[in-house]
């Protein structure tokens, strides 16, 4: 029901999904509310209202507050009329969410992308765990409204492939039609973006303040970022969000993995810290042992105080909090939101680069800049997929 009511795009449906849209953003609306935003007949209202009710697309929530008479009835949106599917392809990972209406997540599973992680089977993979949640939960093909996938870039958005990841650990992950490859599944629609994008909108869509704008910024093996105006993506053509990671911070600096100098990336990507840190290690005569590899052993080396690495990893946020004072400069956000293993795990990494935006972006003289960690951590990204494909409809 609800997948013919949002793919309805007649101009008769073009205001009650107009209504639903605005009941779905508010979260719990009174007639009253909707007379108040919409220049049309109660009666005209009253049965649209009906009509969604009977539909089994909004229902009764509560009383809101009385002004004096009956306190008003309240709606809200069936949230288990439908339900979505968001996937995040990262360089390390995958994740697959299952998520309501309300994108409250109901389920989530994901996996460790290897070396044997070619495009068919990561997406034979993904489809399993699509199967396998729709049997648990009991969720039909039907009932199902989209497939929001948020992967790293460069993409073709609109071709829906993915085109030629750097340091991809598998094989084969060149002019990947990833969304027709979903859609020969399941007969929704299916939307690629770039995960530092969608998970920027899904931050943004639980801040629930509707005229801000956001940066979100994401320091691992890559640097990529989403910065998100009033609900809208600024996309570049390419959709390559790694770009945000090769703005020049130091003229002739280190070389950076693109085969410039000076980029951000070069001292801040977690292979670029792994590199600082070997070189240091091989100088020093007292190196701190074997060469390190892995983020959790970079994670362990920071908690047990090494010195060495906690000077890299600071000085790293120092470069790291530069560049996102370049991006605020320009771009103007009123929140910055920072993602990342180190953000979360370690305190003094993310005060470092919150100080240094502070002192050098122009524009925080001027006026507040909130900067905070993302609320939704590792599910962000697949979660705003989701969240991009229901919107999707309503444009
Ligand atoms: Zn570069």
């Given at each position: ?62 009383f809101?507050e ?5 306190p ?45 992680h ?47 990841p ?29 995960g ?24 691992g ?71 390190l ?13 090494d ?45 470092e ?9 122009a ?13 939704l ?9 989701a ?5 999707n409809?309503?444009?």
């Amino acid at each position: 029901m609800l997948r013919e009511f949002l793919n309805n795009t007649s101009s008769r449906n073009e205001l009650k999904k107009s209504v639903y849209r605005f009941i779905h953003q508010r979260g719990h609306v009174s007639k009253v509310e909707l007379l108040e935003n919409y220049q049309i007949p109660q009666t005209t209202m009253t049965r649209m209202i009906d009509d969604l009710e009977e539909n089994g697309l909004i229902r009764k929530f509560g009383f809101g507050e009385s002004a004096g008479g009956r306190p008003p009835v309240l709606y809200e949106i069936t949230p288990d009329a439908g339900y979505l599917l968001g996937v995040e392809i990262s360089r390390t990972h995958v994740k697959v969410i299952l998520t309501d209406l309300q994108f409250q997540l109901i389920d989530q599973q994901g996996f460790i992308i290897t070396q044997e992680h070619t495009p068919d089977v990561t997406v034979s993979d993904i489809l399993s765990i699509i199967r396998a949640f729709q049997k648990k939960h009991e969720k039909a093909d039907d009932a199902l409204i989209g497939i929001g996938v948020g992967a790293v870039g460069p993409l073709n958005r609109e071709k829906g492939v993915i085109l030629n990841p750097e340091l991809f650990p598998a094989e084969g992950w060149e002019n990947v039609p990833v969304v027709s490859m979903l859609e020969e599944a399941f007969a929704v629609p299916v939307i690629l973006n770039n995960g530092a994008n969608t998970a920027g909108l899904a931050e943004y869509h639980f801040r629930a303040v509707f005229d801000e704008s956001i940066l979100y910024c994401i320091s691992g093996y890559g640097i990529r970022c989403g910065f998100i105006n009033n609900g809208v993506f600024l996309n570049n053509k390419e959709g390559d969000v790694s770009s945000y990671g090769h703005i020049i911070i130091d003229v002739d600096g280190r070389a950076c993995t693109c085969g410039k100098k000076g980029c951000l990336a070069a001292y801040t990507s977690i292979n670029a810290l792994f590199a600082m840190i070997n070189e240091t290690a091989q100088t020093e005569a007292a190196g701190s042992g074997s060469d390190l590899e892995t983020a959790e052993e970079l994670l362990r080396r920071l908690d047990r105080g090494d010195a060495v690495v906690r000077d890299i990893v600071l000085t790293s946020a120092y470069h790291f909090g530069i560049g996102v004072a370049n991006m605020v400069n320009i771009l103007h956000p009123e929140a910055v939101i920072l993602h990342g293993l180190l953000i979360y795990h370690y305190e003094a990494y993310f005060d470092e680069i919150v100080r240094v935006i502070k002192e050098h972006a122009a524009i925080a003289n001027q006026r507040h800049i909130e900067i905070k960690k993302g609320s939704l951590g590792e599910e962000a990204a697949a979660v705003g997929a989701a969240i991009e494909v229901f919107y999707n409809f309503f444009e």
